[in-house]
C-alpha cells in the first residue's frame, strides 16, 4: 500500500512534473489541495476526486485508507511542492503507523513561478547571495520571525502574507525604499505583478483587492539591476 504525495506546480497545469501527471492519469482517488490546485488537472481523470479543503486530516486519512485497502492507487495532489507550507508530514504520519509506504514527487513552488513571472533571480551576484523563506503569525502560527530575518537583508520570500500585508511590511527592518514585489496567482492566466518598496506596496495591493494566493518578495533581486557578472560566462 503506497500514498504518493505530489506536487501539483504553481496553477498553470503544465507545470506539473511528468511522474506526477503520470501519476494522476493512473490514479484511482486523487485528494487534491482545493481551489489552489488548477481544475484542468483533474478533468478527465479516471480517479474519484476528494477536494481536502474544509476537511479533517481523519477524514482524508480514512477516505485513503478504505481505497488502498481495496486495492486502489491513491494520489494526494498538493499546491506548488509539498514541501512548503503542505502540512504533509501530519498526513504521511497515520498513514506510515497504517503500514503505509508513502512516496513525495516534488513540484513547482509558486516560489520558483514568481521568480519566473519575474524574471528574475531569487540569487543574484552582488545583491544577495541567499534566500530566506518564511511566513507571517496567522491563525496556524502565534509569532513569526519576520523583523529578525530581514535584518540578514537577503532576499525575503514571505508566504501565506497577502492579506496582511501592512502588517508584513511594517515588521520588515529594511529601508523604506527596499524593492518589494507581489505576485498574485504566478503562472494562472490571471497572473499580475506589482512592483514597489516597503513604503508603497501595502497601499499598492489594497488597491488592486489581492487578498490570497499572492507572494511577496523583497529584496533588490526584485529590481534587476546592480548585480555582478558571475564567473560562470567570464572569458578564459
Ligand atoms: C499553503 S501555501 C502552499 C505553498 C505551495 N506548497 C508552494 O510551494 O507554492 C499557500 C501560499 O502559497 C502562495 N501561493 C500558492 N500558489 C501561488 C501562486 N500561484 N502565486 C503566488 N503565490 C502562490 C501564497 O502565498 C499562498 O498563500
Known sequence: MKVYFVGAG??????ITVKGKRLLDEADLVVYAGSLVNPDLLTGLKADLMDSNGQSLEATTARML???????KVVRLHSGDPSLYGAVLEQMQPLEEAGVEVEVVPGV??????AAALKTQLTLKGVSESLIIT??????LENDELAAL??????????LGI???EDVVKS???????PVAV????????QEIIIGTLADIAGKVKAAGFSRSALILVGGVVSRTGFGRSHLYRAR
Open 10 to 15: 504553481p496553477g498553470d497545469a503544465d507545470l
Open 66 to 72: 478504505e481505497a488502498l485497502r481495496s486495492g486502489k
Open 109 to 114: 513552488s509558486s516560489l520558483f513561478a514568481s
Open 135 to 140: 511566513r507571517p503569525a496567522g491563525t496556524t
Open 150 to 159: 530581514s535584518r540578514h537583508g537577503t532576499t525575503l520570500a514571505v508566504f
Open 163 to 165: 492579506d496582511k500585508i
Open 172 to 178: 520588515l527592518d529594511r529601508p523604506a525604499d527596499t
Open 183 to 190: 505576485v498574485y496567482h504566478a503562472s494562472w492566466p490571471d
